[in-house]
Structure formats: C-alpha cells, structure tokens
C-alpha cells in the first residue's frame, strides 16, 4: 500500500499550497535510476535545481506533486525533502550507499 502525505503551506490564512508527497514504489525507484543513467548530463545545468539542497530539485519532484518550485521558501523546501525523507527512508540509504551521496542518508540541515 503506497504511503501519502499532504503538506500545506499557508499564508497565515488560508492553504495556498497544497503538495502531496509520496513513497515512491520499487518500479519508480528502478525508473529513476534508468533516467538517472541514461540521460546525458546537460552542458549547462542550473546549479541552484542541483545544488541548493541535498536533494536537487528535479529529482525531489518525482516524490511530490509540484513541478516548479520557484515560488516555494527555503524553509518550506526542507519541509518536503524531510516528508520525502520520512517516507521514502530506503531510497535516501539507497542514495548514500550505491551513489556516494553522503548527505543522503542524513537528516537535512535546520
């Protein structure tokens, strides 16, 4: 049974934003990593989607519903790499282990 879990960011009054986070399934896992392998890395890569937090940007999409998070805070980023982190605890050790991601497998910075 696949584990979900809304998290909403308000305003201070009302949800603006609503994101689903999800644990992700074997076959998506195994998706990913082919994608992973099998794209070319682009000349120019936007260091900020892959640089800013632990988990570049792109890939922390294949664990939520959003796909642009340009108008997301810093804070609330972390927020959802740390729902993405609680549900999808294997695919974080995964990281650490077979891809030399050493911050993978720990909790992100506060």
């Keep these: 049974m696949r584990v979900t879990e809304e998290k909403d ?19 998506e896992i195994r998706a990913w990593h082919a994608k992973l392998v099998s794209t070319p890395i682009p000349e120019k890569v936007n260091p900020v989607d892959v640089g ?8 922390l999409a294949t664990f939520c519903d959003v796909k642009d998070f340009d108008a997301y805070t810093q804070s609330e980023m972390r927020e959802l790499i740390e729902v993405a ?13 077979f891809l030399g991601n050493p911050y993978a497998a720990s909790p992100s910075p506060p």
Excluded: I
């Design 52 to 59: 800013l937090f632990e988990v570049p940007m792109p890939d």
């Design 9 to 27: 960011f308000s305003d201070g009054n009302r949800v603006v934003k609503p994101v689903v986070v999800k644990e992700l399934t074997v076959g």
């Design 85 to 97: 982190r609680r549900l999808n605890p294997d695919f974080f050790q995964y990281l650490a282990r």
